[in-house]
């Protein structure tokens, strides 16, 4: 994994920005973990973690377990609901299903909005989850808001994206949102 | 998850280049839950292929504990590792949908629209899949509604149970569900053999505008 990849990638831009990481399927745990690490540790960071590929309650406990401050991260979890019983917490808002982009899309605006910080970021983790359950056209319209909201709102958006996994047809129009796509697959 | 577990995805790189497309979130999974995980090509590494004993692929070898299963056809497989924790499901339920998709693609369930005939294409195609009986219960192209009942192998199979157990079932259901509507979709089982009903029912709906006021209220408590 390129850690030198990541801390270059946020320390070339100045201000907010929209990154497109592409990740090795084998990498992906770790390397997500290096990204989230990066962006916690910059002053007065606070923002949101969308999970559509691993449950609240599994991603917290690796994360936790890695070090990775989660104090000032409040988590979206569009996976839970889906496959089981959901376990309550504070820092957690629970959205029916990867499928309901309209409800996605109120909840990550509303919840970014309330974020006290400065350096607000928003990861949605991943794209590929996205087209697995929705349509191509549905999921780039969904990905069109998103950093659209992204841009209004002020904030660092971190898409990420497993390598070779990704929609051609999604990965030609992010092409016009994304600031800076970081290839993280060699 | 057992650290002395091991695994080898045995496949043929021409004939089934997509395997490992397919099965990505799976193989993800093994990687994330520290599994070691090998992807052997059996046209490149023939004697790998040899030493293991594999005659066919897709294979799926498991080593629990120095003893070896073998899976034919993966999916089987994996499913035993997956079912173990709560993100095992979530990728199981990613896989269920995504054979969804592919089969109703497959079958060109989109371009039909009558009631009958994909009521019929798939009873004449879930059988293979241990999905019996299947009739469309209520059906509304336009509303985006299904409702749908089948009498499941793996629901007569299992134990007893309070709660519906048919899972995968939702999500393949969902899979197909979704190409057919052109929308995101939601199968929810709503009877199950297990429970002691005759057959299995599952409603399938476009997934429903859900909002809460109260997200703004939480994320302020939640980051101060």
Known sequence: ?186 | MDEKQEVWVFYSGERESDLLRFYGEGIAYLHDSGIKTHTIDVMKNPELAEKHKIIATPVLLIKKDEEKHKYVGIIDGLKQLLMNDLYGLSVLHALGFKEGRQLARKLELAGMGEKQEIEQTLKENLGSRGIHDFTLLEFNLKKRYAKVSLKSEFAKEHWKSETTVCMEISSFLGGIFTEIFDVGVLATEEKCIAQGFDYCEFEIKEAAEEHKKEIKEMVRKAIK
């Open chain 1, 1 to 186: 994994m390129n850690i030198k990849k990541i801390k270059d990638a946020f320390h070339d831009l100045e201000g907010e920005h929209i990154y497109l990481f592409i990740v090795n399927a084998k990498e992906y745990l770790n390397t997500n973990i290096a990204i989230l690490k990066e962006v916690v540790k910059r002053d007065d960071a606070a923002g949101i973690y969308v999970t559509l590929n691993r449950p609240y309650a599994s991603l917290t406990k690796i994360l936790q377990r890695n070090d990775v401050n989660t104090d000032r991260i409040f988590f979206i979890d569009g996976t839970t609901k889906i496959i089981g019983e959901t376990k309550k917490a504070e820092n957690v808002f629970y959205v029916e299903s990867p499928q309901n982009l309209t409800a996605l899309s109120v909840t990550i605006t509303e919840a970014v909005e309330a974020l006290p910080s400065k350096n607000k970021f928003l990861i949605l983790d991943a794209l590929t989850t996205l087209t697995i359950y929705n349509s191509t056209t549905t999921v780039s319209r969904f990905l069109h808001f998103l950093t659209n909201r992204m841009r209004i709102l002020k904030l660092d958006g971190i898409l990420l994206s497993i390598e070779k996994e990704l929609n051609p047809v999604i990965a030609e129009q992010l092409e016009q949102f994304i600031d800076k796509v970081i290839d993280l697959s060699e």
